[in-house]
């Protein structure tokens, strides 16, 4: 059920300042300390002996192609980074960056809007780029707008922007 | 129907000696509960063996004005001297409960882990005083282990009469970290965002206190075992889930079983060109999260005084509510990237191919009556509205509609559970319960 996080490489990709940190810290340890780790483990492996037949080495080679596929999305999204100031985050109109609390389909939710490589629905960061994200981004506090998808229509009314 | 024993083959691997030692005693105990399951069933009676079987539901009711016991979820009704007189269970059954209690007794001696010999020392008791919401209290507090059991009365179904009395059932369970970890995220993306509710002053609310897990399955007795439900949400009784909160266990080899009956289902109804785009895996993970959302939207559906309102109906109106709530709160998760169109599509086709197998294959099963009537309900409902249809013999789901019906659907049902009367209730079961859908396919 868990989706696999990917990175699209559009143009630019927008992120609030604590979530620039957050990848480059992220980018960090995985090239200074989560690579070395798996380099170790392979060679540990290795020494094993016969490499056809060794659960530990697979395992190892899996887990270093998933961290040199992060560190080269990371790599790309921090080339591409567009950081949104805190400055630029309005009262007045949903942007990235902005925290909204939102009644929609009969339920009231709060959330921030970030961008896709910081979205984290289970600490209610929302990617600009989600259907409801995408819908609500310029509509002012009492507005509604339409959150459309091929199956699912919701109505979304912003009640207060933080 | 399912033997009242069911035991799963599953990898122990990662259990230490002494946890492999104590969970053997555990499946020996609830073994033990099968006994006494079936002293209690009766599918020939509405009122299973609950109550003398030529008993009226007027009789109890006029007779529990004057012992309010004869309306216990605990007790047995029987006759003496012409009287109804009400019997507690662990009076009633108290040979054979003896050696349950003992096995969890021995257990709860050898356990390495002090909260959960803790947890079996009163689940021991409570099989021989009665106090069943001190069981529960203790089990619900316990901070999350490795191994899970729980043993005793708990749910209503086989009462058809009154839907009051408890059949005895239980489980044994080895927590599943990994999944149990992605389902408590889903719970908390859930359970965040706070649903309006039709009567906020009937509602029983418990968001906060909602634990969930998933288990792989070792042993199912009893009621449990009937039925063999891919999920578990405990307790029934609503005072102890204002005051407890629930705990929602998922058992993977249920679902394991319930995908392989609901794929021949969707073989024989879907056309070759709409099977090709479900996996497996899709159905697999669609009926898991179809009873997960089910589970958890029962959280926003408990309405204080709907039982009595419902009657014997409530639990038709009820499960079906919590799952087109559970496909409805989906919506808002898709929008928001937490799940892909794929996977809402999944879960509501794993509903529907449910449905269908209780009408083709489970309809002489009276443990999952309600089910079955409430599955005919949706289908038909889809039906109505145009987002199923049958063409040549094979059924074309429209999942568009088929998520407009469901949020209709959802409204209607969670006004009656929140202010309807039995007679609502009936009125939605006369109109769409119709068990003769889809006759070419179905016959």
Redesign the interface.
């Given at each position: 059920m868990a989706k696999l996080k990917q990175i699209n490489h559009s143009p630019k990709t927008y992120l609030t300042a604590i979530g620039l940190e957050k990848l480059q810290i992220e980018l960090d340890e995985l090239k200074t300390i989560k690579r070395h780790d798996i380099s170790d483990r392979i060679s540990r492996a290795r020494e094993l002996g016969d490499v056809a037949e060794n659960a530990e080495y697979d395992a190892a080679l899996d887990e270093q192609a998933l961290v040199e596929n992060r560190i080269s999305d990371l790599e790309q999204a921090l080339r591409q980074a567009k950081v949104i100031k805190n400055e630029v985050v309005q009262h007045e109109i949903v942007t990235i960056g902005s925290t909204i609390m939102v009644e929609m389909d009969g339920e009231v939710d709060q959330f921030t809007i970030v961008g896709r490589v910081e979205a984290n629905p289970a600490k209610k960061l929302i990617s600009n780029e989600s259907p409801v994200g995408s819908a609500l981004l310029g509509a002012r506090i009492g507005e509604t707008v339409e959150v459309a998808t091929p199956i699912v229509r919701l109505r979304c009314k912003v009640l207060e922007i933080k | 129907m399912n033997e009242p024993i069911v035991k799963f083959d599953i990898d122990l691997s990662k259990l230490t000696a002494n946890q492999k030692s104590v969970l053997k005693l555990l499946v020996e105990a609830a073994e033990l509960i099968a006994p006494i399951y079936l002293e209690q069933e009766n599918h020939n009676l509405p009122g299973s063996n609950f109550y003398p079987a030529d008993v009226t539901k007027d009789q109890i009711l006029e007779a529990a004005k004057e012992d309010p016991e004869l309306l216990s979820p605990y007790t047995i009704v029987e006759r003496d001297n012409g009287k109804l007189v009400a019997v507690p269970y662990h009076q009633k059954y108290a040979e054979l409960l003896k050696p349950v209690a003992e096995k969890l007794q021995q257990a709860a001696e050898l356990t390495d882990d002090k909260e959960f010999s803790q947890s079996l020392k009163v689940q021991a008791e409570v099989l021989l005083n009665g106090d069943y919401p001190k069981a529960t209290q203790t089990w619900m507090e316990m901070k999350p282990y490795l191994l899970d059991v729980n043993i005793g009365p708990s749910e209503r179904y086989d009462d058809k009469l009154m839907f009051i009395k408890t059949s005895y059932q239980a489980w044994v369970g080895v927590m599943d970290k990994v999944e149990s970890a992605?389902m408590t995220?889903?719970k908390?993306?859930i359970l965040?965002?706070?649903?309006?509710v039709l009567f906020s002053s009937e509602k029983v609310d418990y968001f906060d206190k909602v634990q969930t897990r998933v288990d792989d399955l070792v042993i199912s007795t009893g009621l449990k075992a009937r039925n063999l439900p891919v999920g578990t949400n405990l307790p029934n009784n609503f005072s102890l889930m204002e005051k407890l909160g629930s705990e929602i266990t998922l058992f993977k080899q249920s679902n394991d079983l319930r995908t392989a009956k609901n794929r021949i289902v969707f073989n024989q109804l879907f056309s070759e060109q709409f099977k090709a785009e479900f996996s497996e895996e899709d159905l697999r993970?669609g009926s898991?999260?179809s009873t997960a959302l089910h589970e958890l939207a029962h959280t926003y559906l408990r309405y204080r005084d709907s039982e009595k309102r419902l009657q014997d109906l409530f639990p038709v109106i009820d499960e079906l509510a919590a799952t087109v709530m559970g496909v409805?709160?989906c919506?808002?998760l898709?929008?928001?990237?937490?799940?892909?169109?794929k996977?809402?599509?999944s879960i509501m086709l794993a509903y529907m191919i449910r449905s269908f197998n209780n009408i083709l294959n489970e309809r002489d099963n009276p443990s999952r009556l309600h089910y079955t009537v409430g599955g005919a309900i949706f289908i038909n409902y889809l039906r109505e509205n145009g987002a199923l249809k049958e063409t040549g013999g094979v059924s074309w789901p429209n999942?568009?509609k088929m998520?407009v019906s469901v949020?209709e659907l959802a409204t209607i049902l969670e006004r009656i559970l929140s202010q309807g009367t039995r007679s609502d209730a009936e009125h939605l079961i006369t109109r769409y319960g119709s068990l003769s859908v889809f006759p070419k396919v179905v016959h």
């Amino acid at each position: 059920m868990a989706k696999l996080k990917q990175i699209n490489h559009s143009p630019k990709t927008y992120l609030t300042a604590i979530g620039l940190e957050k990848l480059q810290i992220e980018l960090d340890e995985l090239k200074t300390i989560k690579r070395h780790d798996i380099s170790d483990r392979i060679s540990r492996a290795r020494e094993l002996g016969d490499v056809a037949e060794n659960a530990e080495y697979d395992a190892a080679l899996d887990e270093q192609a998933l961290v040199e596929n992060r560190i080269s999305d990371l790599e790309q999204a921090l080339r591409q980074a567009k950081v949104i100031k805190n400055e630029v985050v309005q009262h007045e109109i949903v942007t990235i960056g902005s925290t909204i609390m939102v009644e929609m389909d009969g339920e009231v939710d709060q959330f921030t809007i970030v961008g896709r490589v910081e979205a984290n629905p289970a600490k209610k960061l929302i990617s600009n780029e989600s259907p409801v994200g995408s819908a609500l981004l310029g509509a002012r506090i009492g507005e509604t707008v339409e959150v459309a998808t091929p199956i699912v229509r919701l109505r979304c009314k912003v009640l207060e922007i933080k | 129907m399912n033997e009242p024993i069911v035991k799963f083959d599953i990898d122990l691997s990662k259990l230490t000696a002494n946890q492999k030692s104590v969970l053997k005693l555990l499946v020996e105990a609830a073994e033990l509960i099968a006994p006494i399951y079936l002293e209690q069933e009766n599918h020939n009676l509405p009122g299973s063996n609950f109550y003398p079987a030529d008993v009226t539901k007027d009789q109890i009711l006029e007779a529990a004005k004057e012992d309010p016991e004869l309306l216990s979820p605990y007790t047995i009704v029987e006759r003496d001297n012409g009287k109804l007189v009400a019997v507690p269970y662990h009076q009633k059954y108290a040979e054979l409960l003896k050696p349950v209690a003992e096995k969890l007794q021995q257990a709860a001696e050898l356990t390495d882990d002090k909260e959960f010999s803790q947890s079996l020392k009163v689940q021991a008791e409570v099989l021989l005083n009665g106090d069943y919401p001190k069981a529960t209290q203790t089990w619900m507090e316990m901070k999350p282990y490795l191994l899970d059991v729980n043993i005793g009365p708990s749910e209503r179904y086989d009462d058809k009469l009154m839907f009051i009395k408890t059949s005895y059932q239980a489980w044994v369970g080895v927590m599943d970290k990994v999944e149990s970890a992605r389902m408590t995220e889903y719970k908390d993306m859930i359970l965040t965002a706070r649903r309006k509710v039709l009567f906020s002053s009937e509602k029983v609310d418990y968001f906060d206190k909602v634990q969930t897990r998933v288990d792989d399955l070792v042993i199912s007795t009893g009621l449990k075992a009937r039925n063999l439900p891919v999920g578990t949400n405990l307790p029934n009784n609503f005072s102890l889930m204002e005051k407890l909160g629930s705990e929602i266990t998922l058992f993977k080899q249920s679902n394991d079983l319930r995908t392989a009956k609901n794929r021949i289902v969707f073989n024989q109804l879907f056309s070759e060109q709409f099977k090709a785009e479900f996996s497996e895996e899709d159905l697999r993970e669609g009926s898991l999260y179809s009873t997960a959302l089910h589970e958890l939207a029962h959280t926003y559906l408990r309405y204080r005084d709907s039982e009595k309102r419902l009657q014997d109906l409530f639990p038709v109106i009820d499960e079906l509510a919590a799952t087109v709530m559970g496909v409805k709160v989906c919506g808002a998760l898709l929008v928001k990237d937490i799940v892909t169109q794929k996977q809402l599509e999944s879960i509501m086709l794993a509903y529907m191919i449910r449905s269908f197998n209780n009408i083709l294959n489970e309809r002489d099963n009276p443990s999952r009556l309600h089910y079955t009537v409430g599955g005919a309900i949706f289908i038909n409902y889809l039906r109505e509205n145009g987002a199923l249809k049958e063409t040549g013999g094979v059924s074309w789901p429209n999942f568009m509609k088929m998520y407009v019906s469901v949020d209709e659907l959802a409204t209607i049902l969670e006004r009656i559970l929140s202010q309807g009367t039995r007679s609502d209730a009936e009125h939605l079961i006369t109109r769409y319960g119709s068990l003769s859908v889809f006759p070419k396919v179905v016959h």
